[in-house]
């Protein structure tokens, strides 16, 4: 399975290195919200539903979007570490993360300008099962941190261009 | 329908503008690899198959974790533009998000240190369904990207703080 893996990833990254242009892609969602604040998001053929929780107005008929945002980290960190594992030889039997954010939703509902809508700050363990020796494993570390996408797209800024346009008359793009 | 979010949001700032500290609060989310790059995220009672698509090394059981980024972005645009039309009394009649993502793979494989792993840019459309003037949808706008958190989240820098830890050994903790 893993030397499967490992053909796969060497596959794809040969690919890349004869035509860098194919590694630049698009990833796409379309989503909308149905009732209340519980909306539907479309990824491929993969759909995801979004709420809030009670506390929070919400009919929590799914995780919020900030949840979400731990979901892709976690999920991403996991799926990197199995990624340079496989790729640099490194028995790897399991990986789980934990993570937790800190919000204040005085930001969010503009009851205060200093404060920040988004996280102030996430921590999280990463756990895993391993043979390898700790300094193997530290490599490992530095490798995937140095390389995770979503690791990437929260610690550092990503321009995001955003254009509202009312759908009966639009006229209102910007 | 609406009276009443308006009724709940108007409760919740009531009690933060009383009790600022009730506000502070903590998202959490637990995520192990399940096989290949399958992973599962729990958010409270919810939970999130996550995966690779095939052209990628994975089983496509799920989206894939920068997927979860724009549908945590889409959807998060979508409750927010929810919260300020309700709060500031703005007729909306629906809300959707189209986004898209421009990812280079050579970031996430190592293959040129020059190009980040996560997105480099996410462009879309918000489109809303309104019967309110022009001046009035673009002080909505404003107020949303102001305050909505996952904008926040991605377009500034959020500090992220992981341990590793041996399950086996526990004395890899960093």
Redesign the interface.
Known sequence: ?SES?KT??GN??QN??SN?EN???????????I???H?R?F??H?S?D?D??K???GTDQ??????????????????????YATVLGIPLE???????????????????DDI???????????????EAD?AT??KL?E?V????????????????????????RCH?A?
């Open positions: 399975m893996l796969v990833l794809i990254q890349f290195k860098p590694a630049s892609v698009k990833f796409e969602s379309k989503s909308s919200l009732e209340g604040f909306s998001a990824l491929r993969h995801i979004v809030e929780p506390e929070l107005g799914g995780a919020n979007p900030v949840e979400l945002i731990l979901a892709a980290l976690g999920t991403c960190q996991e799926i990197t570490y199995k990624a399991s990986v789980s993360v934990e993570l937790e954010g800190d919000l204040d939703l005085q930001g969010f509902l503009a009851l205060n920040r809508p988004g996280y102030q700050q996430i921590r999280g363990k990463v756990r895993i099962k391993s700790d494993l530290e570390r490798a941190n140095a390389h995770c996408p979503v690791l990437d797209i929260i610690s550092n800024p990503v321009p995001v261009e955003l254009e509202l346009t009312e759908v009966n209102l910007r």
